[in-house]
């Protein structure tokens, strides 16, 4: 028998997260539908483990995963191959690593490409402009690779406390998302925050150190740090060598 759905309406409390459907129900992690993006209904859904993510012609939807993925940001992965790219990257003055410079201009790339394994975008209209809301209020952040005058590659989150929300990459040229994600995972680890989530399993993701944690895991981690103080968001080039250290011997692949 499928289970009920709860439907909400605007301001209405979120079900607790332990209700949302599992592995054997249609859609598991899927929590709640309707309510709405307006900022204080996005600020509870993050502070309680919950985000949206939706279709067209879908009503909004709310999920609450388990297990759930994430990237503790000790556990990066960064292959010789990529250690390269980034030196190349940090010695170029004709590239440029800038923290929410037009954070629109990020987000609107992220919503012209399609999560892994699906076919259309998730960043609707409605999603863009609710993720604005949250960015012009202070917790919502991009971080943007330049060159010249061109935005090539970047990523935008959610920041609340000491959590960082993972929600979308874009690159325009070759690893140019990637250098984003070890910019952010560098300003986390200056910023003594542990864990990005990364909500979904994704290969890609896997392949730079995510994984899967159990909901309950999750949940602590959230309540032991979305309270502290957020970080200020600037990135200081000293933070690299949160990733680099000064090579004292070959590099291992």
């Known amino acids: 028998m499928q289970r009920h759905l709860p439907w909400l309406a605007t301001g209405d ?17 899927l929590l709640a539908a309707g309510g709405s993006l307006d900022l204080q209904s996005l600020l509870r859904a993050y502070s309680s483990g919950i985000f949206p993510w939706f279709s067209e012609g879908q009503p909004i939807l709310w999920w609450n995963p388990d297990p759930r993925m994430v990237l503790w940001t000790d556990r990066f992965k960064i292959h010789r191959s990529m250690q390269k790219t980034l030196k190349q990257f940090i010695g170029d003055p004709g590239h440029q690593l800038k923290i929410d410079s037009d954070f629109e201009q990020v987000i609107t790339a992220c919503s012209t490409k399609p999560r892994e394994g699906q076919s259309g975008t998730w960043i609707l209209p409605a999603m863009v402009k609710a993720y604005l809301s949250l960015h012009e209020a202070g917790y919502a952040h991009s971080v943007e690779i330049w060159q010249g005058v061109s935005l090539i590659g970047g990523l935008y989150c959610v920041n609340l406390g000491a ?47 995510a994984g899967e ?7 602590q981690h959230l309540v032991d740090n979305v309270s502290k103080p957020s970080p200020t968001w600037e990135f200081d080039p000293l933070y690299w060598e949160r990733l680099l250290p000064p090579c004292t011997g070959p590099m291992l692949p």
Do not use: Y
Request: charged share 15%; hydrophobic share 40%.
């Open 13 to 29: 409390r979120f079900p607790l997260p332990e209700t949302a459907w599992g592995a054997g129900d249609p859609a598991p992690g």
């Open 163 to 209: 959590m960082v929300f993972g929600e979308s990459m874009f690159s325009h040229q070759s690893n140019t998302s990637k250098i984003a994600l070890a910019a952010l995972v560098a300003f986390c680890r200056s910023k003594d925050i542990s864990m990005i989530d990364c909500q979904q399993n994704t290969g890609h993701l896997a392949s730079l150190g």
């Open 213 to 219: 944690i159990s909901r309950n895991e999750f949940m």
